[in-house]
Nanobody, 122 residues
Framework: QVQLVESGGGLVQAGGSLRLSCAAS????????MAWFRQAPGNEREFAAA????????YYADSVKGRFTISRDNAKNTVYLQMNSLKPEDTAVYYC???????????????WGQGTQVTVSS
């Protein structure tokens, strides 16, 4: 498993942008599919974006497609989520997670960060 620490959350107005970072410990980071999930108050945790080991393949939930971009830098053991054109409904705690294979299912991810709050005001 890897240990994950998110950063970059905050308060932003609708239409604005934020960039989240997730730093991973361990030498096996490049072996993991990485993903971002989010959880709004009263809602279940939901998939937002995922990226393959090499970064060559990316996947997005329909709700964020075209606005969010996931990327990774294996030399820095870091995965990013660039969020543009933010909407109030994007308000949530954002978590990064690691899995050994592509998945959008919470239960398939063994390693999770502590989360970072993103709040979008209208």
């Amino acid at each position: 498993q890897v240990q994950l620490v998110e950063s970059g959350g905050g308060l932003v107005q609708a239409g604005g942008s934020l960039r989240l970072s997730c730093a991973a410990s361990g030498r096996t980071f490049s072996r993991y599919w990485m993903a971002w999930f989010r959880q709004a108050p009263g809602n279940e945790r939901e998939f937002a974006a995922a990226i393959s080991w090499s970064g060559g393949s990316t996947y997005y939930a329909d709700s964020v497609k075209g606005r969010f971009t996931i990327s990774r830098d294996n030399a820095k053991n870091t995965v990013y989520l660039q969020m543009n054109s933010l909407k109030p409904e994007d308000t949530a705690v954002y978590y990064c997670a690691a899995a050994v294979a592509l998945s959008t299912v919470v239960g398939d991810f063994a390693s999770w960060g502590q989360g970072t709050q993103v709040t979008v005001s209208s």
